[in-house]
Structures are given as C-alpha cells and as structure tokens.
C-alpha cells in the first residue's frame, strides 16, 4: 500500500500537465508546457499527456472580431427582448379587438387631461386680456408719458398668469404628444399580434 501512495503525487502530476500547442505567423507549429512571451497574443490549443486537445486558448482579438462579437451579442439580445415582448403580448390579449380596446381607455386618459388643460388655459387667457388691459393704463405699458407706474401686485399677477399659461401650454403638448405615442405603440402591437396569430387583414 505504501507503494501504491508514494506513486500517487507522480500520477496526478502527471495528469495535471499541459501541452500547448500553437502556430506562428510564418505558419510552423509550436510545442511546449509553457508559452514564450512572443506567442502569448496567439491562439494556442491545450493537449493532455496524449496529445489530444482539450481545450481551445483565444488569442488576442482583432478590432474587426471585436466589432463583429459586440454586433453578434447586440443582435442575441434584441432577438431575447423580442422573444419576451411576443411572450407578453401573446399573454395579455386573446384578440385584436382586446388591443383596441385597451388602446382606446389608454387614450381617452390623455384625451381627459388635454381637455381639463384646454378649459384651464381658455380661462387664464380670458384672464389675462383683463389683466392686459388694467395694465394698459400704466407704465410701462400705457403709451401716456404721464401715466402712473404699475402697481406690484397688477404686474405680479401678470407675470404669474402668463407663466402659468405657459406651463399649461407645455403640459398640453405634452399630452398630446404621449397620445400619439400610446397610439404607435398600439399600433404596433396589434401588428406584431397579428403576425404571431397568423391573422390577414
């Protein structure tokens, strides 16, 4: 038994040792169980003490490899993301009809914001040509060399009320604009539902 421990340590080295095998830039092939800082940058395969590969060591990339791996996994993704939309989708509606639906509560929200904005905003304008023309009686605004300067708070609450319209002004683009985002974005889905579903307009 002693024998068979005292070779132990022997074997495993021995199964532990590696071979690297690689070929140079002039083609001829290399052998050795280390590699030369020369070769370091080239593929290299690894051979047991058979000589049979057992693994493969990439060399250093070219920015073309690089381009086209970035590009590759870039695609794997945009293919993974889809594949996980067409999944949600699929899981969400049973029918076209379902997506309008959905689509049409979805836009009426922001049809319902527009329009509150819209009353707010005729309001404050209506407001505003009252205040333009309290205003108008005063410097710096009246066309009266004589004419009072205008009083803090009159010039106040034009500064506000126009401010305020322009908020208002800002948030109506806005819904309209998610409107019509919400809209392409339906619109798209019913598209890729019908695709999956096989349907034919």
């Known amino acids: ?14 199964q ?6 690689w070929v140079d830039s002039d083609g001829i092939v290399h052998y050795g169980d280390s590699i030369p800082a020369e070769y370091a940058e080239l593929p290299k395969q690894v051979l047991n ?6 693994d493969n060591l990439e060399g250093k990339k070219s920015e073309e490899q690089l381009e086209a791996e970035r590009i590759e996994k870039e695609r ?3 293919a993974e993301l889809q594949l996980r939309a067409d999944q949600a989708l699929l899981a969400t509606y049973l029918s ?17 914001q527009s329009r509150v904005t819209e009353f707010y905003l005729s309001n404050l304008e209506r407001r505003l040509v009252d205040i333009r023309e309290d205003a108008a009686r005063f410097k710096p605004y009246s066309e009266d060399h004589d004419a009072p ?10 500064r506000v009320t126009k401010e305020t319209i322009a908020r208002h002004q800002r948030n109506l683009k806005k819904f309209q604009a998610d409107e019509q985002q919400i809209i392409a974005r339906f619109d798209g889905d019913i598209s890729r539902f019908k695709v999956l579903k096989g349907i034919t307009d």
């Open 16 to 21: 532990e040792q590696k071979v690297y095998r």
């Open 96 to 112: 076209v009809e379902e997506i309008f639906l959905h689509r049409d509560r979805r836009v009426e929200l922001f049809k319902a």
């Open 49 to 54: 003490d058979r000589g049979v590969k057992v």
């Open 149 to 158: 300067m205008i009083p803090k708070e009159l010039s106040e609450e034009l």
């Open 76 to 78: 794997r993704m945009a």
């Open 1 to 14: 038994i002693s024998c068979l421990v005292g070779l132990l340590p022997t074997a495993a080295l021995a």
